[in-house]
C-alpha cells in the first residue's frame, strides 16, 4: 500500500502528537478510562519544538479570576456557602519560521468544594489552572495527540508504543533482541487465538469470532512486522477447518441462523 503524503501543514502536528507511556497515568473516571499527561513533559516537549521558555514559546495571563459554583450547605442543610472555580485564561506564543503565532485557552481548577469531610480548600488551585491552560493550548498545536483523541484506549496501539519506546532504549545492538521478542509473543497470541476459535461451538459464534481475531490480527502484525495478509490466511484456514466439522455436526444450523 502506497504511504500517503503527509500535508505541509501537518509537519509540526506530527512532529509532537506521539506520547511517551512513561509521561501518562490512566485512572477510571465515572465508569470510563481517562488519560492524563504529566505537565512538565509538555513542557519539555514544547521546549524541544521552539526553544527555552521566555524566547522560543511563553505565556501571557489574560484572565485570573475566581467564579461561583453550587452552594454548600451544613449539616442542618442550611447554606453556608458557595463553591469556588478558578479560572486562568492565557495566551500561548510561540516562535516558528522566524514568526511569532499564538494560541488563546482556558484552565480551571475548583478552588473551594465540598467534600465527604465538608468543605475544603485547594490552595494550589491557580497552579493547577496554569498547568491546565498550558496543555490545553498545546493540545491545539498536535501536542500529545494520541491521547486526546483516545488513541491511549485502542491496546494494539499502546502495544506498539510501547515496542517503539522498548526499541530505542535498546539501541542499535539491541533492537533486533527486542522484535525478535514482540514476534514470539505475537506468535504465542496467535495460536491462542487459534484454539479459542477450534472451541466455537456454533457457525455463528464461528464467524463472530473469526472477523474479530482477523481485525485484531491485522493491526498487531503490523507493528511486529508480519504480513498481516498471511496471518490472516492462517486464522481462516483454521476457521474453515472448525466450520466443517460444525456443518457436519449440525448440518442445518447454518441455515436456521439470521443474517
Request: with cysteine; glycine share 8%.
Amino acid at each position: 500500500m502506497a504511504q500517503e503524503k503527509s500535508s505541509p501543514h501537518m509537519q509540526m502536528w506530527d512532529a509532537v502528537k506521539t506520547t511517551d507511556t512513561k509521561y501518562t497515568k490512566t485512572q477510571q473516571l465515572d465508569g470510563r478510562p481517562v488519560t492524563s499527561i504529566n505537565g512538565l513533559y509538555l513542557v519539555q516537549r514544547a521546549t524541544e519544538m521552539f526553544g527555552p521558555i521566555g524566547k522560543g514559546w511563553g505565556y501571557e495571563i489574560l484572565v485570573d479570576r475566581f467564579d461561583e459554583g453550587a452552594p454548600i450547605t451544613g449539616k442542618d442543610g442550611e447554606v453556608v456557602g458557595r463553591e469556588q472555580v478558578h479560572t486562568i485564561q492565557i495566551k500561548l506564543w510561540y516562535v516558528r519560521g522566524g514568526k511569532r503565532n499564538h494560541v488563546i485557552h482556558y484552565g480551571h481548577t475548583p478552588f473551594v468544594r465540598k467534600s465527604q469531610y465538608g468543605a475544603f480548600t485547594d490552595f494550589d488551585a491557580p497552579k493547577k489552572s496554569l498547568t491546565d491552560a498550558i496543555k490545553k493550548c498545546l493540545s491545539m498545536l498536535g501536542f500529545s495527540a494520541d491521547v486526546h483523541l483516545g488513541m491511549f484506549e485502542d491496546e494494539v496501539y499502546l502495544e506498539g508504543l510501547k515496542l517503539k519506546q522498548r526499541l530505542e532504549e535498546a539501541g542499535e545492538h539491541g533492537a533486533q533482541e527486542v522484535m525478535n521478542e514482540a514476534k514470539s509473543e505475537f506468535r504465542i497470541w496467535i495460536d491462542t487465538q487459534i484454539q479459542i476459535l477450534a472451541k466455537a461451538n456454533n457457525q455463528r459464534a464461528l464467524e463472530a469470532l473469526r472477523k474479530r481475531i482477523c481485525a485484531t490480527a491485522r493491526e498487531k502484525a503490523e507493528v511486529v512486522n508480519y504480513d498481516p495478509s498471511d496471518i490472516e490466511q492462517r486464522i481462516n484456514e483454521a476457521a474453515a477447518e472448525r466450520m466443517a466439522f460444525l456443518d457436519e455436526k449440525y448440518p442445518t444450523a447454518r441455515l436456521t441462523q439470521p443474517e
